[in-house]
């Protein structure tokens, strides 16, 4: 151990050690800190700007969705109101003309039974007559055949020939 | 006479330290070839490893120096 | 950029006016003083380069920065010296260069030299020159080079951060501009890279100061280290200097070691009791030895370094042949390239075995 290269001096060592310490403990209050501080602050404002960049882009996607969904929204509802109302239209129509067939048919029915019983009275009337003309010439002709005894004579021969007795 | 002594030891300690070093980085080459993303940490093992070996080396150029 | 221009030019102009009227108060000495290394090299000896680089690599007591005709140009650094009277100051230039231990400085009623860049004091009524009897190690507590190079490199690393620091306070968390646009990244790697991926994302802030602190204050000094002259100083180089680092690290690691960590260094779970037994030693000498790798890594990195490059620049001199620079200047300046990327690679593993050795110290596992 003679050779000086390799022997460390005392007072080098307590040189550098002081050396070292003051530089250490200046660098680290008035340099590392604020330099750090600043570096991570500026590392922490680069990243908010990107994720809010970020957001600001998811948030634009989601509104023209959400335009995009409303449209649709609206869209189908006009499509929906259109097809009530011409649902409605139609079941209108529909009701309408069934109201019309029904009444007609109705009118028609009861027109029909009004003449039906019309002719059916008409018929009666006339069986009643037909009836009372043919009693009175039943009794005419009754009166008039059996005015003699001898007409009387021969109907009742007639009868009685007509009789089968088997 | 023990600086010529110290002088051989010297020299024996670097030609180890040469060929470590040397593998080392050949080996690192290779892995770098093979996997160039790979590069940074590779790197860093390699200075380390050819640190470690040439730690070793100058363990043997300070004993050199003692004896000069 | 004019701010910036006019910031560097006041910056070399006190460095110059420093240098300079130094210079002046020891030009009229260097003239009688005995140089051995300038004797060396004019007598046309034998060039020896190891102890020039060992001088540039060591710490020092004068900034030294070249000799011209036997003059050493350089700047006087304050010796300060704690002895058993007390504490002794004076200016490095009271001993006129000498590093033989021949110049006596006299203060206090004691006697001072210097030999081979360490400080003694000469016992009572023993002559001058070094030698174990005659004289007695003191506490050296000088402003040498390798300490005036690190307060050097702390007011650039508390200018360059709190400069940092002041564009944020002043404009907010905005975007980093000017200086701060060049820190940031390295101050979001140490974050990123380093501290959660080794230690995790819960844990790491409260060991961020600590990380910063020892990336940026050993890349300055690796850097400063690689600039000659005005750097030039071996500081990340000097076994001291990362000693203290490497146990700054034990420290906070071991500190804030959780049950878990003391767990495996006692009482390895999952292993037979002869095992653990056996293992409490191994791991006990893994506490020492994990931060004496960092320690022996970062110094020897960085010396090799500097050895490299002066080894180089050296071989000029030894072969006394100027064209040679044209072979060893471009391969110098190639290996100082290197060295910008070691400054950088060192200042990095450091950091990231810190934070592995926190991390490992701190780590909660789910499983068993």
């Keep these: 151990m003679n050779n000086p290269l390799v022997t460390p001096e005392l007072g080098l060592i307590i040189w550098s050690t002081l050396v070292f310490c003051i530089l250490f403990f200046l660098l680290a209050k008035y340099a590392w800190k604020p330099i750090l501080k600043a570096v991570k602050e500026r590392e922490a404002s680069i990243e908010n700007a990107l994720n809010a960049a970020e957001q600001a882009k998811n948030e634009m996607k989601q509104l023209s969705a959400s335009n995009e969904a409303l449209l649709n929204q609206a869209r189908a509802e006009r499509d929906e109101m259109l097809k009530e109302a011409r649902i409605t239209k139609d079941k209108m129509i529909t009701e309408a003309k069934l109201a019309a067939n029904t009444e007609a048919e109705r009118i028609i029915a009861s027109a029909r039974e009004a003449i039906q019983n019309e002719k059916l009275a008409a018929i009666t009337e006339l069986k009643n007559q037909v009836a009372t003309l043919s009693i009175e010439i039943a009794e005419k002709i009754l009166k008039q055949e059996l005015s003699t005894a001898e007409k009387q004579k021969s109907l009742i021969d007639s009868a009685v020939a007509e009789i089968n007795l088997n | ?68 | 950029m004019l701010k910036n221009y006019f910031v560097k030019t006041l910056v070399f102009t006190v460095f110059s006016l420093i240098s300079f009227t130094s210079l002046k108060a020891e030009n009229h000495d260097t003239l009688t003083t005995k140089h051995d290394e300038n004797h060396e090299t004019s007598e046309n000896s034998e060039y020896d380069p190891i102890p020039v680089i060992m001088h540039h690599i060591a710490d020092a007591h004068d900034w030294h920065f070249f000799d011209y005709n036997g003059h050493a140009f350089s700047m006087p650094l304050p010796i300060i010296l704690w002895t058993d009277n007390g504490l002794v100051t004076f200016m490095s230039s009271e001993f006129h260069h000498d590093n033989s231990g021949e110049h006596i400085v006299e203060r206090k009623d004691m006697r001072f030299i210097k030999f081979n860049e360490k400080i003694y004091s000469l016992k009572i009524g023993a002559p001058a020159g070094f030698s174990y009897d005659t004289t007695t190690p003191v506490l050296d507590l000088s402003i040498t080079k390798n300490v005036f190079s690190m307060l050097m490199s702390v007011v650039i690393i508390l200018f360059v951060f709190f400069k940092t620091a002041g564009h944020y306070t002043k404009n907010g968390a905005v975007a980093p501009k000017g200086i701060a646009s060049f820190m940031e990244p390295l101050i979001l790697f140490v974050r990123d890279d380093i501290a959660k991926v080794n230690i995790g994302e819960k844990k790491y802030m409260k060991f961020m100061p600590y990380l910063l602190t020892i990336f940026f204050f050993i890349w300055f000094n690796n850097l400063l280290g690689l600039i000659p002259w005005i750097g030039g100083a071996n500081v990340t180089g000097n076994i001291a200097v990362t000693l203290v680092l490497a146990i700054f690290t034990m420290i906070i690691t071991n500190i804030n070691g959780n049950k878990e960590y003391w767990g495996h260094i006692f009482w390895m779970p999952g292993a037979p009791v002869p095992v653990k037994i056996m293992l409490i030693p191994i791991e006990l000498v893994g506490v020492l030895i994990k931060p004496f790798a960092l320690m022996v890594r970062l110094f020897a990195n960085i010396t090799a370094g500097h050895i490299v490059v002066l080894s180089l620049l050296s071989l000029v001199f030894i072969f006394k042949n100027a064209s040679l620079g044209a072979v060893s200047v471009p391969f110098a300046l190639f290996i100082s390239v290197l060295e910008l990327l070691v400054a950088f690679l060192q200042a990095y593993v450091f950091t990231m075995l810190s934070a592995l050795f926190i991390g490992t110290a701190v780590a909660e596992h789910e499983h068993h």
Excluded: C, N, Y
């Design chain 2, 1 to 68: 006479m023990t600086g010529t002594l110290a002088a051989i030891g010297a020299g024996l300690a670097v030609i180890g330290a040469g060929l470590g070093i040397g593998k080392i980085g050949s080996s690192a080459m290779d892995a770098i070839a093979r996997q160039p993303e790979a590069t940074s940490k590779i790197q860093t093992a390699m200075i380390i490893a050819a640190a470690l070996v040439e730690g070793v080396a100058l363990f043997g150029v300070v004993v050199g120096l003692m004896g000069l």
